[in-house]
């Protein structure tokens, strides 16, 4: 009876790890935004330096492909913003490009992944 039901157990994990579908277009919008401070000690004594701040947004566009629990997928995301240093006013973030390739193994509604990219950003001055 026991082992009946240790199978029928299995049978139910095994088939709920398939149910969720991660295959498929997706995209969507991001934002953030950037103030950073620094603080320091220097011969025992703290400073405090608005080192800069600003803020970015762009779009990112994806595929994932499913065969059985493996999923594998790209990712294409772009950022432009105006981030800048206080210390450097005239060099300043311009945008980042990112090239993401992914490759996980689907949990049902868990999906861990690992990713391997390229990003370029251009800092202009």
């Not at 499913?66 to 105006?82: C, H, K, M, P, T």
Request: hydrophobic share 40%; net charge negative; aromatic share 16%.
């Amino acid at each position: 009876m026991k082992q009946s039901l240790l199978a029928l157990a299995l049978v139910g994990l095994a088939g709920s790890a398939n149910a969720q579908d991660w295959g498929g277009v997706y995209v969507g919008a991001q934002a953030a935004t950037y103030d950073f401070t620094n603080d320091y000690f220097d011969n025992g004594t703290l400073y405090t330096s608005d080192v800069g701040g600003g803020s970015v947004a762009g779009l990112f566009a994806g595929y994932n492909h499913q065969a059985g629990n493996f999923v594998f997928g790209g990712e294409i995301a772009y950022l432009s913003g105006d981030m800048a240093f206080d210390d450097f006013p005239a060099f300043y973030f311009s945008d980042m490009l990112d090239l993401k390739a992914r490759a996980g193994y689907s949990l049902g509604q868990v999906l861990p992944y690992v990713v391997v990219g390229y990003s370029r950003t251009t800092w202009t001055d």
